[in-house]
């Protein structure tokens, strides 16, 4: 067993007080990584599920093809990441995050997932705004302007409506959505977590923009509440060639 807590770093960003922190949780008997925003809670090594199904659903539209290129907007713990690089048929990873502490603390390995993804060839990680680089020039990879991917996964708002700072509403409304099917090969995917359930609104955006869309709830034991929670994951994909 580790200390029962640690503050492992905490930095001002623009976007307020940012902070890692390791606990020892009673319920779970192992340790948490957490990061705060502020006093509000970004995301925690508890539940982690959703993370992983973003990616996870992303590659499952894209099963048997070799020779991926991925983007994926925000690191965080690092989870989508790390199962993006589990499927062999990845060929490059770029992970977008706007705050160069969260890179710093992979970089330095106090993430654990930071030793997965500094070993590995195939993964970048990029500091940068998300909303706006996939907004404008150069596009999701600052080496390679006007790069297209076969798969663009986005975990950084709580929701479409519920953004981190309104500068990244526009991206979640049609002209955005159609700028998206831009930075996709023919066939490519987007996949998008929201903490909120399905929004219909949202996912008739998605269907303008993109050949095909859909919502897929899932669910989660939270034994901490005592009850079963649930995230959605929108999948969009664009037209095969």
């Not at 708002?157 to 979640?172: E, G, I, Q, W």
Request: hydrophobic share 45%; with cysteine; glycine share 8%.
């Amino acid at each position: 067993m580790s200390a029962r807590f640690e503050e492992l770093d905490r930095r001002p960003t623009p976007m307020g007080v940012i902070s890692l922190r390791r606990r020892w949780d009673p319920v779970f008997r192992t340790d948490a990584y957490e990061i705060k925003l502020d006093d509000e809670y970004l995301m925690s090594s508890l539940f982690t599920v959703a993370e992983i199904e973003v990616a996870r659903l992303a590659l499952a539209e894209l099963a048997g093809r070799d020779g991926l290129d991925v983007a994926v907007g925000g690191l965080g713990l690092g989870f989508t990441a790390e199962t993006v690089l589990e499927d062999p048929g990845v060929r490059s990873l770029v992970v977008i995050d706007a705050l160069g502490e969260v890179i710093d603390w992979h970089e330095r390995e106090l993430i654990p997932a930071g030793a997965t993804l500094n070993a590995d060839p195939r993964c970048r990680l990029v500091h940068g705004d998300f909303f706006a680089m996939a907004a404008g020039d150069p596009g999701l990879d600052p080496q390679e302007p006007g790069r297209r991917f076969h798969a663009v996964v986005v975990d950084i708002d709580h929701s479409p409506r519920h953004v981190l700072h309104p500068s990244h509403a526009p991206f979640y409304e049609p002209a955005g959505l159609r700028r998206l099917t831009e930075l996709l090969h023919p066939g490519g995917v987007f996949t998008l977590w929201s903490n909120d359930p399905p929004d219909e609104e949202f996912t008739a955006a998605l269907a303008d923009a993109f050949a095909a869309a859909r919502a897929e709830v899932v669910t989660f034991p939270n034994p901490l509440q005592g009850r079963e929670a649930a995230n959605t994951v929108y999948v969009a994909t664009t037209a095969a060639p």
